[in-house]
Structure formats: structure tokens, C-alpha cells
Nanobody, 123 residues
Framework: QVQPVESGGGLVQPGGSLTLSCVVS????????MGWFRQAPGKEREFVAF????????YYPDSVEGRFSIARDNARNTMYLQMNSLKAEDTAVYYC????????????????WGKGTLVTVSS
């Protein structure tokens, strides 16, 4: 299985912005539906963004809609998550993965998880 490599996390003040990157090796990236997920301390991993293989379809849960933006560059096997107007509750380890439909109507990761990248929103 292909394991993604996430980067770009760090410490940011509330209201600030951050851009995460995810590199996925393998020739199937351009045909893969992808997603960003996050796991806050003491909580279950949750879905935060979805993008189709061609990048023309995106979807976000209400918690990040209007603040986060997902994009991909298939020529570079790379996916991005632009995060604006960050809040303390966005603090989490962020992961990328191929996305598949979940039982509750959102999306879940379907490949092996990478190490993630930590985003801390604090003043």
C-alpha cells in the first residue's frame, strides 16, 4: 500500500492561516479520490475535506466550510489544504488518504495512514 507523507503543520495564532501538503507516491494518484482528515487529542479521527480525481469536485463538512480549501496537482502527486480563519478547535494532527464513503454519510480513509502533521492553533 502507498503511504502518504504530510507536511506543513505548525503553531499558528487564532485567525491565522496555514497550508498543508500531502505527497503520495504511485501512478494511481491522479485517478484517486482523496481526502484530508484530522484527529484532535482524545477524539476520533474526522473527515475535513474531499476532492475528486480531476479536482473539479470538492466537499467539506460544516465545521470547515468557507474556511478550508482543498486542491491537488496530479503532475506532482501532491494535494494541499489551505486553512484560513483558524480556530483553537482546529488543533489536531492532520492526515491525507484516499477517501471512500463512510457509514454515516461522510468519508473515511481507505489506505494505510501516514504520520500526519500537527497543527496547533493557540495564542
Amino acid at each position: 500500500q502507498v503511504q502518504p507523507v504530510e507536511s506543513g503543520g505548525g503553531l499558528v495564532q487564532p485567525g491565522g492561516s496555514l497550508t498543508l501538503s500531502c505527497v503520495v507516491s504511485g501512478r494511481t494518484f491522479s485517478s484517486s479520490v482523496m481526502g484530508w482528515f484530522r484527529q484532535a487529542p482524545g477524539k476520533e479521527r474526522e473527515f475535513v475535506a474531499f476532492i475528486s480525481g480531476t479536482g473539479d469536485i470538492t466537499y467539506y463538512p460544516d465545521s470547515v466550510e468557507g474556511r478550508f480549501s482543498i486542491a491537488r496537482d496530479n503532475a506532482r502527486n501532491t494535494m494541499y489544504l489551505q486553512m484560513n480563519s483558524l480556530k483553537a478547535e482546529d488543533t489536531a494532527v492532520y492526515y491525507c488518504n484516499r477517501a471512500g464513503p463512510g457509514a454515516s454519510g461522510d468519508y473515511v480513509g481507505i489506505d494505510k495512514w501516514g504520520k500526519g502533521t500537527l497543527v496547533t492553533v493557540s495564542s
